[in-house]
């Protein structure tokens, strides 16, 4: 039910020149600072404005200064006539408007690059309010982002992008996005997201989606009142308390975060109203989404941060991002060193979550380490609400908040079973380099005694000492395997798994016998090698002893 309306022949060569001539206009041979990247970009038209809007969120690929001029970006424009308004919805939804609606306001609450906002009532009385798109739209974005497509593929080719970061890569994410969120049936379906996992979250609200008048180009959702959230003084004399939203508001926001991996991934103060003692959050359409794994990374690395362990950050840096194998770990160790001593010192309570994050970014840009699309995200929105909070309050942390978040969860938020799985996959993978032990010993002797061997390393009688080292890397096998029956069998103890023997489950009983005759079998046999060393070793003392 979309309008797609046809744009005119020959509109691609116009539009390109249209692009050139734009960009000659601004005399790019000169330079292009960030004032000046941001006026290409609006003068670039509304694809363009929103492809710049998702980039400001991409510090992995623009400097810090160039992120902050476009999320400046201006997205108000002049609205559109109502008359053709009033063609589009009648096109999607295939009846007059009177059938529809007893009332429907000619003038937008809101007119954007995209689309302009209109409230109305439905023929039950309901007060809705109807977000639609500007027509000719969605074929203008296929034609823009085909010749920025076409401009990233020559850049790349020529070297002028380095190759340091895909950029053709980064397009095609960015270019996914805005279509996602140009598709009002992906916002409807972001909202209903959104409302589940908030349900049981009183003071959090969003606006019903009317699935029935949704399209892909129009989208009705229930009006929503209240105040702006940065209009401070309406909201004091309304009897709110500022203190009390900023908490409420942070702690919301770091459970969209770290509990449901779904955030509204650009809360500026006119995507939240305050209304009927809630929070209401009204426009859904950019989400930012975190995989389970990249979840369960960022709460490590908040983990890491606070225990101050640059061991364990590199670590998960180097886990979350993408990067070659020509990392210099010494020296992303060295920066990720001199990031905590200057964090180090900060009270918690008074760290700016969003400056620590840029600087780990920046950090990953030096080290050619590419975050994903989610991450970076994440980092625009705690920037974002950290300004919104400011506001309400300035003594507001959310980097206090995140702590007891993530630091000092209760026993019901402990997961069992995913420490399981990680410490099943970590003894999975030592037991199988260990048992490769052998083997890899063996190569690398024969290797030494035929004389190809790089390592500087005589052996002198060396049937002896390569006999001694088997019996080593066999024992130190079996103290794996032992080690991780052991393990195992504890985790399966805990379970209600039958048959049980001696009341543990079988499965756990034989495992524990099975550790027990092996290690026992292992401290055996080093008894006897002892008691066997012990009874060859020549005794000399003294003359005068004796």
Same mark, same amino acid.
């Given at each position: 039910?979309?309008?797609?309306?046809?744009?005119?022949?020959?509109?691609?060569?116009?539009?390109?020149?249209?692009?050139?001539?734009? &960009?000659?206009?601004? #005399?790019?041979?000169?330079?292009?600072?960030?004032?000046?990247?941001?006026?290409?970009?609006? @003068?670039?038209?509304?694809?363009?404005?929103?492809?710049?809007?998702?980039?400001?969120?991409?510090?992995?690929? *623009?400097?810090?200064?160039?992120?902050?001029?476009?999320?400046?970006?201006?997205?108000? !424009?002049?609205?559109?006539?109502?008359?053709?308004?009033?063609?589009? &919805?009648?096109?999607?939804?295939?009846?007059?408007?009177?059938?529809?609606?007893?009332?429907?306001?000619?003038?937008?609450?809101?007119?954007?690059? +995209?689309?302009? $906002?209109?409230?109305?009532?439905?023929?039950?009385?309901?007060?809705?309010?109807?977000?639609?798109?500007?027509?000719?739209?969605?074929?203008?974005?296929?034609?823009?982002?085909?010749?920025?497509?076409?401009?990233?593929?020559?850049?790349?080719?020529?070297? $002028?992008?380095?190759? $340091? +970061?895909?950029?053709?890569? $980064?397009?095609?994410?960015?270019?996914?996005?805005?279509?996602?969120?140009?598709?009002?049936?992906?916002?409807?379906?972001?909202?209903?997201?959104?409302?589940?996992?908030?349900?049981?979250?009183? /003071?959090?609200?969003?606006?019903?989606?009317?699935?029935?008048?949704?399209?892909?180009?129009?989208?009705?959702?229930?009006?929503?009142?209240?105040?702006?959230?940065?209009?401070?003084?309406?909201?004091?004399?309304?009897?709110?308390?500022?203190?009390? +939203?900023?908490?409420?508001?942070?702690?919301?926001?770091?459970?969209?975060?770290?509990?449901?991996?779904?955030?509204?991934?650009?809360?500026?103060?006119?995507?939240?109203?305050?209304?009927?003692?809630?929070?209401?959050?009204?426009?859904?359409?950019?989400?930012?989404?975190?995989?389970?794994?990249?979840? @369960?990374?960022?709460?490590?690395? +908040?983990?890491?941060?606070?225990?101050?362990?640059?061991?364990?950050?590199?670590?998960?840096?180097?886990? &979350?991002?993408?990067?070659?194998?020509?990392?210099?770990?010494?020296?992303?160790?060295?920066?990720?060193?001199?990031?905590?001593?200057? /964090?180090?010192?900060? #009270?918690?309570?008074?760290?700016?979550?969003?400056?620590?994050?840029?600087?780990?970014?920046?950090?990953?840009?030096?080290?050619?380490?590419?975050?994903?699309?989610?991450?970076?995200?994440?980092?625009?929105?705690?920037?974002?609400?950290?300004?919104?909070?400011?506001?309400?309050?300035?003594?507001?942390?959310? !980097?206090?908040?995140? =702590? =007891?978040?993530?630091?000092?969860?209760?026993?019901?938020?402990?997961?069992?079973?995913?420490?399981?799985?990680?410490?099943?996959?970590?003894?999975?993978?030592?037991?199988?380099?260990?048992?490769?032990?052998? @083997?890899?010993?063996?190569?690398?002797?024969?290797?030494?005694?035929?004389?190809?061997?790089?390592?500087?390393?005589?052996?002198?009688?060396?049937?002896?000492?390569?006999?001694?080292?088997?019996?080593?890397?066999?024992?130190?096998?079996?103290? !794996?395997?032992?080690?991780?029956?052991?393990?195992?069998?504890?985790?399966?103890?805990?379970?209600?798994?039958?048959?049980?023997?001696?009341?543990?489950?079988?499965?756990?009983?034989?495992?524990?016998?099975?550790? *027990?005759?092996?290690?026992?079998?292992? &401290?055996?046999?080093?008894?006897?090698?002892?008691?066997?060393?012990?009874?060859?070793?020549?005794?000399?003392?003294?003359?005068?002893? *004796?």
């Amino acid at each position: 039910m979309s309008d797609s309306k046809k744009l005119p022949r020959g509109y691609r060569r116009r539009r390109v020149r249209e692009i050139l001539g734009i &960009l000659s206009k601004h #005399n790019i041979r000169e330079g292009i600072t960030p004032e000046k990247f941001r006026a290409i970009v609006e @003068e670039l038209g509304p694809v363009f404005v929103k492809v710049g809007q998702i980039l400001s969120m991409r510090q992995d690929v *623009l400097p810090e200064a160039y992120c902050q001029a476009l999320a400046k970006l201006r997205t108000d !424009v002049a609205p559109l006539p109502f008359q053709t308004i009033a063609e589009v &919805l009648e096109s999607a939804y295939h009846q007059p408007l009177r059938r529809i609606f007893t009332r429907i306001d000619h003038e937008p609450l809101g007119s954007a690059s +995209i689309a302009q $906002v209109h409230r109305a009532v439905l023929l039950d009385g309901t007060p809705v309010v109807v977000k639609v798109q500007r027509p000719g739209i969605d074929e203008t974005m296929k034609i823009d982002l085909s010749i920025l497509s076409q401009l990233t593929s020559l850049l790349q080719r020529t070297g $002028v992008t380095g190759d $340091v +970061i895909d950029f053709k890569m $980064v397009l095609s994410e960015v270019a996914a996005t805005a279509r996602q969120e140009m598709d009002f049936m992906n916002e409807g379906h972001n909202a209903e997201i959104f409302a589940h996992n908030n349900s049981d979250i009183l /003071y959090v609200d969003c606006p019903t989606i009317f699935k029935h008048y949704t399209t892909s180009n129009v989208l009705m959702m229930s009006y929503m009142g209240g105040i702006d959230i940065d209009d401070t003084d309406h909201l004091v004399a309304q009897g709110y308390d500022l203190e009390e +939203i900023a908490v409420k508001l942070v702690e919301n926001y770091i459970k969209q975060i770290v509990d449901d991996a779904f955030f509204q991934a650009d809360p500026h103060p006119g995507n939240i109203r305050i209304h009927d003692g809630k929070i209401g959050w009204i426009d859904l359409g950019m989400m930012g989404t975190l995989s389970r794994r990249d979840c @369960e990374l960022f709460r490590e690395a +908040i983990s890491a941060v606070a225990a101050q362990d640059i061991s364990a950050i590199k670590t998960v840096v180097l886990n &979350l991002g993408d990067h070659t194998d020509k990392i210099d770990h010494t020296r992303l160790y060295a920066d990720l060193s001199d990031l905590m001593d200057e /964090y180090g010192s900060v #009270n918690i309570g008074e760290m700016s979550l969003s400056e620590f994050l840029q600087d780990l970014l920046h950090i990953c840009n030096e080290n050619h380490i590419q975050m994903p699309q989610g991450i970076t995200m994440l980092v625009r929105g705690v920037m974002t609400i950290e300004s919104v909070v400011a506001r309400l309050d300035p003594n507001a942390s959310i !980097v206090s908040v995140m =702590q =007891q978040h993530i630091l000092e969860p209760t026993l019901k938020e402990l997961d069992l079973k995913t420490t399981a799985k990680k410490l099943s996959r970590s003894l999975l993978s030592a037991g199988t380099h260990t048992l490769e032990l052998p @083997e890899n010993l063996n190569n690398l002797s024969k290797a030494a005694l035929k004389g190809q061997s790089k390592i500087n390393l005589e052996l002198v009688g060396s049937e002896a000492p390569i006999k001694q080292l088997g019996k080593m890397v066999n024992r130190l096998v079996l103290a !794996v395997i032992t080690g991780a029956l052991l393990l195992s069998s504890s985790f399966l103890a805990i379970t209600d798994m039958t048959p049980k023997i001696l009341g543990i489950p079988a499965l756990a009983f034989f495992g524990y016998l099975g550790a *027990l005759v092996l290690g026992g079998g292992t &401290l055996y046999s080093v008894y006897r090698s002892w008691r066997t060393k012990k009874k060859r070793r020549p005794f000399f003392f003294p003359k005068e002893k *004796l």
